[in-house]
């Protein structure tokens, strides 16, 4: 077999793993690295290329999903059988990979649209160890569909993380995983239909892909205002079976929570107008001030609360694993419609959340967050409060991945969102803070909520700085 000597670009444009990846592909095309050969080892290859055991896995990784080596268990890697196509001009998946990289990587000078990304965020390494147990020693499973109500070691390790982090008592066939909060809300509008649910109450402001949902599923929608304390529950309807959607941890549009006495009173009224309540969790792990408030769901002795739980907040975005934890007279309902679905969820992804969340390094990872978090959200507030004076006022500072900004520009609402975008900042234009403190259309401070989580701990201060210099105008 050829050396294995590659030379790298020292200025680290295109990553290390993906150089290495980039000369060994080309050495395996070309026929210097044969069929059945057998690579370095990956201590032996970091020793002697001078990079990370972690950088040469990444590059062995990558080639073994493109399908230039395959591995032995106990073995090694070896070179797989590939035929060289000279003529084909489809682009290789990690060369669209380098060029997104690089794409995210340009200067915030450029005002470039590109999303701010900061992978301090979440250790894709870990993420890959356990999902190359699950190729390596688990890939029979793989042969076949997935459970409907989703794999049985994810739902037996969400029920256990559920007990110990949110007080939530249920069993893993209680639970129904799904790709996505929307289709949950399918899922969902079903088993209403069959408890003879036909009335859903959404918050007002609320989460408008559940209310389209409902809405075209044929259901009648009552809004119902937020206060300071969470939903205005005296405004709920009376003697109709309805399911009332709350987000009672943190209303991502306003920032409040519902103390627990007032949850006491939302779940009195459940039981009293043979009713459910909806319980949006999204980001209840993501908390960084005083003691978390219960969830309903624990809370909940008569079997009425639907639970909603989702990783996309605390993985990465693209994991769209959403979950669902239903009152035990549903869950029968589940099992009795399930053979109509199929699961939406990669298996794959599946097998690998519970492996991560079984060996503790799920826990790990929120933990890390919460600090690192909470770190940003101090950075931010002191950045705005240094460079935003008079133009913007900060709420929203107690849990989550966002901010609620009140921001009193002569520019109109709708630039100070693409303002923000165009620094790579995700946000979202909610209305106006009008003079007697309620949300209007158009009049008063300007209410924007801005996503903080992925922009680089050390690169706040200079983004606060730049986006509120536009701002001003």
């Not at 409907?148 to 939530?168: F, H, K």
Request: proline letters at 5%; one cysteine or more.
């Amino acid at each position: 077999m050829k050396a294995i000597l590659p030379v790298f670009d020292e200025s680290r444009k295109t990553p290390y793993y993906l150089q290495l990846y980039s000369y060994l592909k080309n050495a395996i095309l070309a026929g210097e690295i044969t069929e059945g050969e057998r690579l370095p080892s990956l201590r032996n290859l970091a020793k002697s290329t001078g990079l990370s055991i972690t950088t040469i896995e990444q590059s062995y990784n990558q080639l073994l999903v493109e399908g230039y080596i395959s591995v032995r268990p106990g073995s090694g890697y070896y070179v797989s059988k590939v035929k060289a196509a000279p003529s084909q001009t489809v682009p290789a998946v990690s060369d669209i990979l380098t060029k997104e990289v690089l794409t995210l990587e340009e200067p915030l000078a450029k005002d470039a649209a590109a999303m701010q990304y900061d992978p301090e965020c979440f250790d894709f390494n870990k993420w890959k160890k356990c999902m190359n147990k699950i190729l390596t020693y688990y890939s029979p499973a793989l042969f076949f569909e997935s459970n409907p109500q989703g794999e049985i070691g994810l739902r037996t390790e969400i029920a256990r993380y559920l007990y110990t982090s949110r007080g939530v008592s249920c069993t893993p066939e209680q639970i129904i995983i799904a790709a996505g909060t929307q289709q949950i809300t399918n899922h969902m509008a079903t088993l209403l239909r069959r408890k003879g649910v036909e009335h859903v109450a959404i918050e007002n402001p609320g989460y408008m892909p559940v209310r389209n949902i409902f809405r075209d599923r044929g259901f009648a929608i009552t809004s119902v205002d937020v206060g300071a304390d969470g939903l205005k529950i005296e405004k709920l309807p009376a003697n109709i079976r309805t399911a009332a959607y709350v987000s009672p941890s943190n209303h991502a549009f306003t920032g409040t929570s519902m103390p627990i006495g007032r949850r006491y009173e939302l779940l009195q009224w459940a039981r009293e107008n043979n009713s459910y309540i909806i319980e949006d969790d999204y980001d209840s792990e993501l908390r960084y001030f005083g003691k978390p408030i219960p969830a309903l769901k624990s809370l909940d002795g008569s079997d009425r609360v639907i639970y909603l739980g989702s990783f996309s907040s605390t993985l990465f975005a693209a994991v769209k694993i959403s979950y669902m934890v239903l009152p035990a007279s549903m869950a029968k309902d589940f099992s009795d419609i399930a053979g109509d679905y199929s699961q939406t969820c990669s298996k794959l992804e599946q097998l690998t959340l519970a492996m991560f969340m079984e060996s503790g390094l799920y826990q790990t990872h929120i933990k890390k967050l919460r600090k690192l978090y909470s770190q940003k959200l101090a950075s931010l507030t002191d950045a705005f409060a240094k460079y935003g004076k008079g133009l913007v006022e900060v709420t929203n500072t107690s849990s989550g991945i966002n901010v609620i900004l009140k921001i009193y520009s002569r520019k109109p609402a709708r630039q100070l969102k693409k303002d923000a975008e165009a620094l790579g900042i995700p946000s979202m234009f909610l209305g106006n803070f009008g003079p007697s403190g309620g949300i209007t259309p158009s009049k008063g401070a300007a209410i924007l909520i801005l996503y903080y989580n992925q922009i680089p701990l050390e690169e706040i201060p200079e983004v606060v700085d730049h986006l509120v210099s536009n701002w001003r105008g």
